[in-house]
C-alpha cells in the first residue's frame, strides 16, 4: 500500500521561509510525477508545483520565484522549499503522487504565515 508521509509545515512570519518533505512508501516502481497541493480555509484545492520523472517541473503563478521543487527521482521524495512566504500561502499542503492513472495523497501538513 503507497503512503506519502509529509512533514516540515509549521507556523512563521512573512517573509521567512519553511521546507516541506514528501516520502513515499510500499512501491518499488518510480512515480510519473510527483507535486503539492494546497488548501486554503473555504477555498479549493489548488496545484502548488508539480516535478515529473524526467526533472520538468511546474508551479502555479503565485509562488513563481519563491518557492521550489526538487526531488522526484527514484527515491520517490520530493522537497518543496518555500520562501518570502506571505500569509496568503497560509493553507494545508498536500504531497501527491501519480503513477499511470492512480493518484495518491499524504495526509496534509499546516503552514501558517503570519503579517
Known amino acids: 500500500q503507497v503512503q506519502l508521509v509529509e512533514s516540515g509545515g509549521g507556523l512563521v512570519r512573512a517573509g521567512g521561509s519553511l521546507r516541506l518533505s514528501c516520502a513515499a512508501s510500499?512501491?518499488?516502481?518510480?512515480?510519473?510525477?510527483m507535486g503539492w497541493y494546497r488548501q486554503a480555509p473555504g477555498k479549493q484545492r489548488e496545484l502548488v508545483a508539480t516535478?515529473?520523472?524526467?526533472?520538468?517541473?511546474n508551479y502555479v503563478d503565485s509562488v513563481k520565484g519563491r518557492f521550489t521543487i526538487s526531488g522526484g527521482n527514484a527515491k520517490n521524495t520530493i522537497y518543496l522549499q518555500m520562501n518570502s512566504l506571505k500569509p496568503e500561502d497560509t493553507a494545508v499542503y498536500y504531497c501527491n503522487a501519480a503513477r499511470n492513472v492512480l493518484n495518491y495523497w499524504g495526509q496534509g501538513t499546516k503552514v501558517t504565515v503570519s503579517s
Open positions: 516535478v515529473t520523472s524526467g526533472g520538468t517541473t
Open positions: 510500499g512501491t518499488i516502481f518510480r512515480f510519473n510525477a
